[in-house]
């Protein structure tokens, strides 16, 4: 885990979830990358609507 992640994951206001948040994506790396590539799509598809000729 990196620094950033263990500070996020050791912070004192709510440890549990914060903490259960990092263990999932340290465990599951490819959901980040999935969730950014859906949206991605999400963006593209908006942007082909708007600009498709009618």
């Not at 549990?16 to 950014?36: H, I, K, N, S, Y």
């Not at 590539?37 to 963006?43: H, R, T, Y």
């Amino acid at each position: 885990m990196g620094v950033a992640g263990w500070r996020f994951a050791h912070m004192k206001r709510t440890p549990g979830g914060r903490t259960a948040v990092v263990a999932v994506l340290e465990q599951l790396p490819f959901v980040c990358a999935l969730v950014v590539a859906v949206g991605s799509m999400i963006m593209i598809g908006i942007t082909l609507y708007k600009d498709w000729p009618q």
